[in-house]
């Protein structure tokens, strides 16, 4: 069973198209969603999260059409993040906890608890005066204690430091040993999503560029680093783009099957990848 299904979804706004948008997250899997600004990923996951409704094309998540009535029934199911968490003002960890008691059947007062203690976080300090890290390690919190199957994180952790951002990758790790459980995730950390995910969708412009396997992506692509001879020298389609390298060379993005065998070629990261497609997608 897939955790999200997205079938030939377009959503237009004023000077952005999102465009014939197909996309399936497998039950299980961790999908890493990734894009310039404005490439159109939180649209993306308001269209999910039925908070946008598609001009066309069909959005499942969980089983369930994300702009059908029973939708609502499975929000228990889905613990989201946001880039900007949304608890009131005036209320406290403590409090943001009580009122979660009451809003989710499942909630988990214990494991909430547990976070709090994780993460450092405040017990009786209102929410206004959180930072924005604080901020958003409580959203994390409250978004794995009402024990959902799918979590949605839109810029989850932006803003975290290094340290806690690496415990929370490493939480999300944990969510996903239960067979049922999956993660989209978009973020601008693309070292993160490297560690993190199965999968890898990559919005430019709002059209997919590729969804694929985090591991047949780095088995696929090679740098090549060398003059600018050798490069020419490659077959048609072999090269996807290139860039001067500081020694006077030139450093280029290839497809390993189109390089001849003896080429030596560097392991790209997915960061690598996703620089180097925008920039192939430029000069076309
Ligand atoms: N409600 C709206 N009305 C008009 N335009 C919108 C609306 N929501 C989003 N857009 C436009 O859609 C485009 C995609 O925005 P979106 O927020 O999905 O991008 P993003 O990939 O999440 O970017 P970022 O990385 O900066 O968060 C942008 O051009 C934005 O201005």
Redesign the pocket.
Known sequence: MNAIELSHVTKH????TLQDLSLTVPSGTICGLV??????????IRLLMGALRPDSGTCTVLGADSAAPEFLSLKEDIGVVL?EAYFPESLNALQVGGVMAKTYRRWDGKQYQNYLTRFGLPEKKPFKDFSRGMKMKLAIAVALSHSPRLLVL??ATAGLDPIVRDEVLEIFNEFTREEDHSILI?S?ILSDLEKLCDYIAF?HQ?RLLFCDEKDRLLEEYGIFVGTADQVNSLQDGAVVARENSSFGGVRCLVKRALVPAGWALERPTVEDIVLFLVKGAKEQ
Not at 13 to 16: D, E, K, M, V
Not at 36 to 44: L, R, Y
Request: hydrophobic share 20%; proline share 5%.
């Open positions: 706004f004023p000077g952005f894009g310039e600004n404005g490439a159109g990923k939180s649209t993306t880039d839109d810029e978009s601008h919005l709002g």
